[in-house]
């Protein structure tokens, strides 16, 4: 029953004072956690596997070094791989029926985040360009500290943003003329603008405070029952792309099963009881 | 003609010095003006019939006391009542039935205010947890005082919040990291942070000023042509849950009935000889 | 191939030190830029020509004088015409059929600037009232000087507005309450408020300044790749309007195409190069 | 427990020898079981509560008398009305909203046969215009006698349709040019056209053995699990709606519940044992 | 305000004997109709002009000679113009761009049939393939004679068809497995097979009976009330691609201004007097 | 680069005389070909490789044996295994979610005959229920052999149908009441009815006739321009579930790579030629 956890490009760790937190640490310091094709196949194997795991209950992002979250694509990979490369045989339908397949491929991997039933709080530092956008925004809440640099950096290399910055950015941010601004130019932005547009929730002094912070709020809604806490996560995300008429039937129909759970009278006892609920495995 | 108010769980009146207004004032002060079933179908009777009266223009909803706007759900009435009671009969998918059609109908009666067809402003103060924040993100606009205490408490008693706050929060506030935390959390937030995010639009020293603060643009609002404040209205909730296109498809159709209005020669006469218009009722 | 861009009602230039910038200003300085049916008309046709001018990248609009960027619908023009006229004949149902395509025609003027495929930053100042905001919603970018006084005014006359700002403020700016509150009321608010919500996202001491900040932004844009910058405004456009689901499989589709551009080779060896790329026309 | 189903133009029964079916008869047969206002709040009424009456698990709906199943809206009833009638007061603008709301009060009637949680089949015979191809289609299962006359009526009085059948006619045949051709030239059809377009699923030799099948295709469904058969219900009714993607998630939110139901066992052990299962109320 | 109604490669005539009614011919006959450039411009042009024209109220659309309604696009032609070259310079996204453009102006001119608000019959003969298809799905209804050779022909030429026919054939016939089979194959069907799935609603024994017919159906529809007949194509166009609750919205707010017409007591009062009733233009 | 097919449950063959085409046979004869887990897990993994083979154009899908295509889930494996056991722990929330991901992954396994590029054709025989009406509509044509027996099975053991009918089955079949019946009676119903409502698109008199008339059409199919084959199943299942103006927007993205094909020159050539065009592979 116990999962096995080890992984190449990535450290996923149970801190021991914060039970139910998975910690998933991008591990490629050196090239500042830059992503390859291998990478991102591998981000999708252990969301996917978080998601289901009953002893996992909220889960924090982080990238291993002092540089940076991610530097986005590892460009000399990628240019010689499939996507960026001229070497791929056939006419130009050809080869896009072979990109399409490569990007859907590829935003899958992204999405396994967003998939996650459980919330996933992204702690970011140092440079978070590209494919970190993508990353966060498919995650719940974003962190990040005093000396973060951000870029939505696709222009800058002649192509549009494809992994999920452009779909979710303008949910994420209710400030559409900034989403075009910084995709649109490309520029650099700091942890003071990110927090005043609401791209992140918090900002710290240093990336221990900033990982600090994201496990307290992780070990916080670890504490809350399982069932509400999904529930909650999958209802907003629902709602986000649906209209209030279609996002209310929705819960009625989700809450119809999920009401039954034991949890609504574990909490509601605990709390009459000044004591912490324990709820069972999900 | 002349309608009746007359409510158990609400005040309802009529301000003698803002015409048009109605204010609508929850008033079960001793209990925080927690809920119970009775009082959620009393509320959606009430705004079902604001919503046709031609009296009135513009609606305010308060709570009675010091404490609380409403400190959500009353638990205990609850607890014994069919949600969340195990008492229901039959398997599970039997009670699943049960608790969808009660769910519903909770909804209707919450949905009654965005259904309204005249401007609900909500003044909130003191406790707001729960079931005011779905009541409140039903209005059009928020206020609240410097004291109040608003939480999305649903979490906390083991369920995801299934009455609008969870459909509609995200569509209100334009921050989806902080709408995730403060329902992932339960954690209480205060009147400075609800200002920053746009949960609310203004913050007000006192429970007394901020009630004023609201009559006063609902007076405001009511002294404008009823054909145009309430098309607004209408067109800005159908464009929130649609395209851009299909937006200005359904205000084209809308408009082509209320520019036929008198209210557009009377506005712009009004204007030219620099008086007050008057609009008929409707 | 070069194209005229000779009209009645507005300047269009192209500023020598900014490549394949164009700017558009409203040229009625003397009756503080009011609309009127043949400027609407021209306005539509300028952007239909601009979105697929080779020599294009980026667009700047503005207004003539000093007074106004555009005070909105020249109501007395509009009284004599057919929108607001009581002289239109028939029953109120043929009436309405004639508002209704009268409406559409208008729309799709407006519209033209979000249907662009190049980036238009808007850069207002003075007076900028009812069709102002319509325009500027329907633009990418906005930005504007300190003296600015903005007002959604529709409601002042006796109807909703419907040439957009109902179906498009609501998507730009994250703050539905603020949205309600300006269209209901009507009341003018200032530069600072504006860049509060996320309404415009920079203000400037003067015009000259505003003006200048954005042409300085649509020169950084259209040094950018056209492939990469045409594709990044259309996706998140469509991202706007549609679920995340539906955003990224539209995505995949576009890029699959876009990507075989030589603007992606070009892009990533000035950058080796630290020279400044050059890319075909689009 | 036992609810109460007199109603003043409907007869409501419960054939003995069909457990769990409900009959509702449209009893004006005097003037060919036309509506007016009183007889669809009514009905309304009566869909309400058949839907949540755990002793009825299907529902067969006819019109009494000989000549017709109903010719419609009673026009003399409803020209002296609000909708027909010119002696509304107030502008264009005004007389819209009345309308609307009027309209939208009547749809809901209408759609409370849509919304009955229990399947509804149509027995249609004689006179069945306007209202009654809006009440079928609002149906699931629509039967006919050979004598019956079909129209889309609403065009030769003047109107469009807006009662729900040029709503819900193109999603419930297949054939979007005889939907078109049949609405606009409002046209008599029989049922030998009505069967081949699949507007009706079956044709008898007289209203006596239409409304036998219909009471036995309902007896039919009425000894199914009640969880299998509502679930069915909703969830094709949603994904008419609804992408497949939407509606496969859908489905597996609602299932997560009924699948926990005894009738599973129930009916699996009854295949193994040869007998007739019975299932608990719902 | 008389229209003109000359075009080069399409007949535009008003039948003597059918009131209100628009006859347009395609005219290259020699050539089977075949379609270049300059045609469906034209085509889009007399669609537009005759959707707002008082005069008319029902077109009937028809091919010039015996052999064809229209073999499609002229392939020799289009090879030499932009779509098909390979001339176009650019890289792979380049062409893109022109392709998109050209494919979206294309597509915009067959619209121009459906975005007509008056029903539109087609009546087809001998050779109808490809863009035959796609002109007809925009029409309301399509009749056909005997000798008809109906091909979804496109990928035959490699390529998916896309001015209309993918998109909107799935939503005028209910046989999906049909239209992949036709789609997929390109294979020729004939008359029967179009009656049997209901891609056509009547077959005639020759071209001048289905024009005949097509005519007859016109003359009808031009008799109602032209505010019941445009609604009612109007709300019928919205409803196929809107949820049920959406077109019951969008049907009251349309109706609203509708039945304020003066032809709703003129076909109530002639029905009752025995006369045929007339109406004001629209 | 030569993939291996070699399956536990299924057959998959490349017949010799039908180049392109593959032939995917369920291979559980002696127990009417019924599914348990394992089979649905390796027909997922099958339509993924197969859907991404180059050698591959087209697939016919048949059952092994003569009595049945599948006569459904395997009922007495399910029993035993997780979605209807009861033995599943936890309270009814927590046993909601393992049926939800359990119902999810089932529904994906089905799903990859839907997103499969290439087309899918099922021959179905004898027994095809429940799970076989799942497939069948996931699959892009259905044939039929005059024996067979069909049925949505679901409701006779008590669920309602979670794997794809009945969010499917509405929208391939334009006969919402006939879809309505054959789902909540359960009733089987034989080639013909299929045939006339559309479910089927073809009867053969045995089921070896059905094999050969699905081979051949694969074989058409394999002949054309792969590029316009998967274009036109990739944008017709997109067009089923968005409006058509979606579907313009999206099909004109995607043949603004598609239409770059070199195989459109190979078809116009060939077709001048005379003789039978080679496409590369895809």
């Not at 490369?85 to 397949?101: F, L, V």
Request: with cysteine; proline share 3%.
């Amino acid at each position: 029953m116990a999962q096995d956890y080890s992984f190449q490009h990535f450290n996923v760790h149970f801190p021991a004072d914060s039970p139910y937190v998975a910690h998933v640490e991008i591990n490629r310091a050196k090239k500042m956690n830059a992503f390859f094709e291998a990478m991102w196949l591998e981000l999708g194997q252990i969301f996917a596997r978080l998601s289901e795991d009953p002893a996992v209950r909220a889960i924090v992002l982080t990238g291993a070094g002092e540089k940076a979250f991610t530097a986005g694509l590892d460009v000399q990979a990628a240019s010689e791989g499939s996507i960026l490369s001229s070497g791929t045989e056939g006419d130009p339908a050809r080869k896009a029926t072979h990109i399409r397949r490569h990007v859907a491929e590829f935003q899958n991997c992204i999405s396994s985040v967003e998939k996650c039933e459980k919330p996933v709080i992204v702690a970011m530092h140092g440079f978070s360009f590209g494919l970190a956008i993508d990353i966060s925004v498919a995650a719940d809440v974003r962190l990040c500290s005093r000396d973060v640099k951000f870029a939505v950096k696709e222009v800058d290399i002649g192509l549009a943003a494809d992994i999920g910055t452009l779909s979710r950015l303008p949910k994420v941010v209710g400030n559409f003329g900034w989403v075009k601004d910084v995709a649109l130019t490309a520029r650099i932005f700091g942890a003071e603008e990110a927090l005043r547009v609401g791209f992140v929730s918090g900002v710290y002094d240093s990336k221990q405070e900033t990982v600090s912070a994201a496990l307290k709020m992780a070990s916080l809604i670890a504490s809350k029952s399982p069932v509400a806490v999904q529930g909650t996560k999958e209802i907003l995300n629902y709602s986000r792309d649906h209209t209030v008429q279609d996002g209310l039937r929705y819960t009625g129909v989700w809450n119809s099963a999920a009401l039954q759970t034991n949890d609504v009278s574990s909490a509601l006892l605990s709390g009459i009881q000044k004591r912490t609920p324990t709820f069972e495995k999900l």
